[in-house]
């Protein structure tokens, strides 16, 4: 097998505000995350080398490739679509890439065998694209391009177009295959963060603004996008008291007092972000009584099923003092479906959430870089080590 | 017609057909198709046969499918390529350059065969400097092949290109970061993809080429056996023989209909399967 190769980005590309520095160590599996329109895919595309950036260059093997044609990268990509040609059989799919680099027909379709039989597809190597169904056909996909024998590969949503369970197993086997090979990764799936990478990086409008570990990412997200992900809200705001044990900010949606988890020590005027469980979040149809030290007045947005529970989604109402216009803090809530159906949810309603204190975790605001490249892959690696 | 066919033709309802577009529709179908019917019965079948293998008849057909043969085959050489720089480069002006392309579709073929005699005509742009190389391209059968592809290669590149800019672009794109130099792609993606639309393109174009008529008669002129083809024939035979001329007639749009049916067919169908 090939040597996996480093990718080392550094690129600018001004009309889609993408400004990005990146580097993949070999054999290394990053995700880049991100809202859409974020830049994912236009990265993604000038690793490929079919987007030009404006400036900056971008490095394969230690090799700048930034003014080299695609066809000379050695970049293969996994897209949503498997795209594979279809007037080929399965087995001349996978040969092509083979024969691009010269090899003769039969040697091309020997190895398109190998990689096949690999993925678990030799079966259909007869077979007409048009014949095989989505999981399939990504699968002939995954071996078209390893094949090509890529130094990195690129994966733009490759499960997103599949059901549940064709996805699984695609996972499984890219999880597989991925393994001793560079590899970034587009992704909006949680399981694919858990499954396919060592490393996280969110991109939000063009930039990096989490740049960690994916365990890390997803114990203690950081920008909206990141808690999005890990099925957490976070709200940011600033300290305004470091008291015995909690410490409390001031957000736009009022006080939020939690347990302060940074390595850094909370100071006063500091930028901080809550990290809210709705699993750990109740819901009262009336201001409740006692002492619950964080408690919101909401009006419900919405519903969806989560797990067992339904994730009552719900607005504050903007804290007093706030300038016209702006609007609440979007909450969740993770509830029984008992209890929704006791309280009669519905969009538009006005409850009370509320959680302890404990159940809040608070960090300082995450500031890029605060790490380098090296410190982040030296993180990846020590947290494998824990835990194999 | 067989079952399944019928089948699947009921099981689609017509949601997008108002039942006043059958008149119509009808009306122009019968237009096409009256003048075919016209030429059968006018036709004298008793001496058919006699009429369409008479020597001068032969030759004009086989010097027919000679030349459009050839004119075809020009087409494919010339209108590939260029269909393919304007499907796909990005120079500049070349909304002006698709429009010269298909200016023979709208000239008039007389003016075409004008132009092309006052381009390779002896004392023409070009052919006064192959006069001196000793090359004499009017009134020559290769003259009847110049005015041929002329008409004939917009019918080539329209069809392709349209067919080059349906979705073939993400499969080159695939193709390219799996190591296929641009060569490559062409040969192994690009054409094989459109396929169907560059069957269809040269049928047309072949079927252009054996129609044609008066750029012909304009650049080539009407020498027996060598420049007077089969629609040359046949408006030459209606002054003489109007018999033959009807007979030769129907000779040729038998012969079109066989070539646009049996090459055509698959291409004209849209899919490649």
């Given at each position: ?199 996280a990086v969110v991109l939000e409008d063009g930039k990096v603004v989490e740049d960690r570990p994916a365990r890390e990412l997803l114990a203690s997200p950081r920008s909206a996008f990141g808690a999005r992900l890990a099925k957490m809200v976070s709200v940011d705001g600033e300290v305004t008291e470091v008291g015995d044990g909690v410490v409390e ?140 | ?226 420049t007077r083809t089969l629609p040359l024939e046949i408006y030459l035979q209606r002054e003489v023989d109007p018999d033959a001329a009807v007979a030769l007639a129907l000779l040729l749009v038998a012969v079109a209909a066989t070539v646009v049916l049996t090459v055509g067919r698959r291409g004209f169908g849209g899919s490649h399967a």
């Amino acid at each position: 097998m090939r040597e996996a190769g480093e990718v080392d980005i550094d690129v600018r590309l001004p009309e889609r505000h993408i400004d990005v520095t990146l580097t993949v160590a070999p054999g290394r599996h990053v995700t880049l995350l991100g809202p859409n329109g974020a830049g994912k895919t236009s990265l993604l595309a000038m690793v490929a080398g079919t987007l030009a950036p404006a400036s900056g260059r971008i490095r394969v093997g230690g090799v700048d490739v930034t003014s080299r044609p695609v066809h000379r990268r050695r970049v293969a990509t996994l897209s949503q679509d498997a795209l594979l040609f279809p007037h080929l059989t399965v087995l001349d799919n996978v040969a092509f890439g083979p024969r691009s680099v010269g090899l003769g027909r039969r040697e091309a379709r020997d190895r398109a065998r190998h990689w096949l039989d690999l993925v678990d597809a030799a079966a259909w190597a007869a077979r007409r694209p048009g014949q095989l169904s989505g999981g399939q056909a990504q699968r002939v996909a995954i071996a078209r391009a390893l094949a090509a024998e890529p130094d990195v590969l690129l994966l733009d949503e490759p499960m997103a177009a599949l059901d549940v369970e064709a996805a699984a197993r695609i996972r499984v086997l890219l999880a597989r295959v991925l393994a001793g090979r560079t590899a970034l990764i587009v992704t909006h799936d949680l399981l694919d963060v858990i499954t396919l990478a060592d490393r996280a990086v969110v991109l939000e409008d063009g930039k990096v603004v989490e740049d960690r570990p994916a365990r890390e990412l997803l114990a203690s997200p950081r920008s909206a996008f990141g808690a999005r992900l890990a099925k957490m809200v976070s709200v940011d705001g600033e300290v305004t008291e470091v008291g015995d044990g909690v410490v409390e900010l001031a957000t736009a949606a009022g006080p939020v007092i939690g347990v302060w988890h940074d390595a850094e020590p909370a100071r006063p005027g500091a930028v901080a972000v809550a990290l809210i469980d709705p699993a750990a979040v109740g819901m009262h149809p009336d201001r409740p009584g006692g002492s619950p030290r964080n408690c919101w007045r909401v009006e419900v947005e919405r519903m969806e099923p989560h797990g067992s529970q339904v994730r009552v989604v719900a607005r504050t109402s903007p804290a007093p003092g706030a300038p016209a216009g702006r609007r609440g803090v979007r909450l969740a809530a993770d509830i029984t479906p008992a209890a929704v159906a006791a309280l009669a949810v519905r969009p538009g309603m006005e409850l009370w959430f509320v959680t302890k204190a404990q159940q809040v975790r608070l960090y300082a605001e995450w500031r890029t870089p605060r790490r380098s490249t090296a410190e982040v892959d030296q993180a990846v690696a020590e947290g494998a080590g824990s835990t194999t | 017609m067989s079952r399944p066919a019928a089948l699947r033709r009921t099981a689609e309802p017509a949601y997008a057909l108002p039942g006043w577009v059958w008149a119509p529709a009808g009306l122009g179908l019968l237009f096409l198709v009256l003048p075919l019917a016209a030429m059968a019965v006018a036709t004298d079948w008793v001496h058919f046969w006699d009429l369409i293998t008479s020597p001068s008849a032969r030759t004009a057909l086989l010097l027919s499918l000679r030349t459009a043969a050839w004119a075809t085959l020009l087409c494919l050489l010339l209108g590939v390529p260029l269909a393919v720089v304007l499907a796909r480069s990005s120079l500049p002006g070349l909304r002006a350059v698709r429009t010269l392309v298909m200016l023979p579709l709208v000239l008039p073929p007389v003016v075409g065969g004008l132009s092309l005699l006052l381009t390779y005509g002896r004392t023409g742009l070009v052919g006064r400097w192959l006069e001196v190389a000793g090359v004499r391209l009017a009134f020559s059968t290769a003259a009847v092949v110049l005015a041929q592809t002329f008409v004939a290669l917009p019918f080539l590149v329209i069809s392709l290109e349209g067919a080059l800019r349906t979705g073939t672009r993400a499969y080159e794109r695939v193709a390219a970061t799996l190591g296929a130099g641009p060569d490559t792609v062409l040969r192994r993606i690009t054409l094989p993809l459109v396929a169907p639309g560059l069957v269809s393109g040269v049928v047309l174009a072949f079927a252009r080429a054996l129609g044609e008529f008066g750029a012909t008669i304009t650049f080539a002129g009407s020498l027996p056996g060598t420049t007077r083809t089969l629609p040359l024939e046949i408006y030459l035979q209606r002054e003489v023989d109007p018999d033959a001329a009807v007979a030769l007639a129907l000779l040729l749009v038998a012969v079109a209909a066989t070539v646009v049916l049996t090459v055509g067919r698959r291409g004209f169908g849209g899919s490649h399967a």
